[in-house]
Nanobody
Framework: QVQLVESGGGLVQAGGSLRLSCAAS????????MGWFRQAPGKEREFVAA????????YYAYSVKGRFTISRDNAKNTGYLQMTSLKPEDTAVYYC???????????????????WGQGTQVTVSS
């Protein structure tokens, strides 16, 4: 199995930027599709972005498209979520997730993912 550790969260003003990292260990990271999800207080966990195992294919939630960029460096066993033009409604705990796959697909449902990090808090002030 693979272990995931997120970092890079924090407090930022509206309009600012943050880059989240997801460090993977335990298995060959390039065999896993990866995704980012978030959960705000009192709300359900929601999909943010997904990337295929090679990094060629990506997919975004409508609410973050054009502002967030998902990427990965398989040589470093690390995934990233670059967040720009942050809004107060982006405030949430952000989780990275991974799932083993032979395909070139990405996955946008939380039920598709077997492995999760512990989460990192992102707070955007107005």
């Amino acid at each position: 199995q693979v272990q995931l550790v997120e970092s890079g969260g924090g407090l930022v003003q509206a309009g600012g930027s943050l880059r989240l990292s997801c460090a993977a260990s335990g298995r060959t990271f390039s065999n896993y599709a990866m995704g980012w999800f978030r959960q705000a207080p009192g709300k359900e966990r929601e999909f943010v972005a997904a990337i295929s195992r090679s990094g060629i294919s990506t997919y975004y939630a409508y609410s973050v498209k054009g502002r967030f960029t998902i990427s990965r460096d398989n040589a470093k066993n690390t995934g990233y979520l670059q967040m720009t033009s942050l809004k107060p409604e982006d405030t949430a705990v952000y989780y990275c997730a991974a799932t083993w796959t032979r395909s070139s697909m990405y996955f946008s449902s939380s039920s598709d993912y077997a492995y999760w990090g512990q989460g990192t808090q992102v707070t955007v002030s107005s």
